[in-house]
Each structure stands twice: as structure tokens, then as C-alpha cells.
Nanobody, 130 residues
Framework: QVQLVESGGGSVQAGGSLRLSCTAS????????MGWFRQAPGKERESFSC????????YYADSVKGRFTISRDNAKNTLSLQTTSLKPEDTAMYYC???????????????????????WGQGTQVTVSS
């Protein structure tokens, strides 16, 4: 049974930082691409950062590029997201997800499409106040 558990969310002021973590179990973590996604109230879930199985390939949406850093520790089955310079528009529920295993990991990471990710955590809330 695959489990993904996010942690590290919270409430911060604009300009602040948070480090999110996602611990995975029940899957071959070092064989799949991983990603961070978010969903704001009243909006669709969006992808914003993904990483290949080795960590060599990453993707960032323009909205977070230069402010967020995705990383993974395959020895610890952990995915991380360092966020900096947070803005009120970053307020959302943040989810980590694991790809289904099909396709080339680097390609999956570059595309960072929700449809490629089969396993999802419950989410951690990030709230940024102005």
C-alpha cells in the first residue's frame, strides 16, 4: 500500500519561507518521478515542480521558478520542497505525488503533468499573509 505523508506547512508572512517534506512508503521510491502540486480554494489543482528518479532532472513552473527548490533523498524515501520569498498567491493546499512508473522518469519530470501521477498524499496547508 502506497503512502505519501506531507508535513511542514503553516502560516507565514509574505517574504517568508517554509520547508515541506513528503515521506513515502510502499513503493520503489528511487524508481519513480515525484512532484509537488497545489490547489487553492476555488481553483484547479496545478503542477509546479517535479523531479526525476535520480534528482538530475527538475521542472519548475514560472510562478515558482527561482523561489522554490525541489529535492529528494532516495536513501530516506523523502521528497522536499524549500520555499522562499513566499507570496499571498502561494496560499494553497500542497500535495506530493508519485508517478505511476510508466514512461521515462526524466520525461515525466519535465512534463510534470497531473495525469502521470498515480499516488497522492493528503496535503499540507500553506497560508501566506500580506
Amino acid at each position: 500500500q502506497v503512502q505519501l505523508v506531507e508535513s511542514g506547512g503553516g502560516s507565514v508572512q509574505a517574504g517568508g519561507s517554509l520547508r515541506l517534506s513528503c515521506t513515502a512508503s510502499g513503493l520503489a521510491f528511487d524508481n519513480v518521478a515525484m512532484g509537488w502540486f497545489r490547489q487553492a480554494p476555488g481553483k484547479e489543482r496545478e503542477s509546479f515542480s517535479c523531479v526525476s528518479e535520480s534528482g538530475a532532472t527538475t521542472y519548475y513552473a514560472d510562478s515558482v521558478k527561482g523561489r522554490f527548490t525541489i529535492s529528494r533523498d532516495n536513501a530516506k524515501n523523502t521528497l522536499s520542497l524549500q520555499t522562499t520569498s513566499l507570496k499571498p498567491e502561494d496560499t494553497a493546499m500542497y500535495y506530493c505525488a508519485a508517478a505511476g512508473g510508466g514512461g521515462i522518469s526524466a520525461s515525466v519530470a519535465r512534463r510534470c503533468a497531473i495525469v502521470d501521477f498515480d499516488y497522492w498524499g493528503q496535503g499540507t496547508q500553506v497560508t501566506v499573509s500580506s
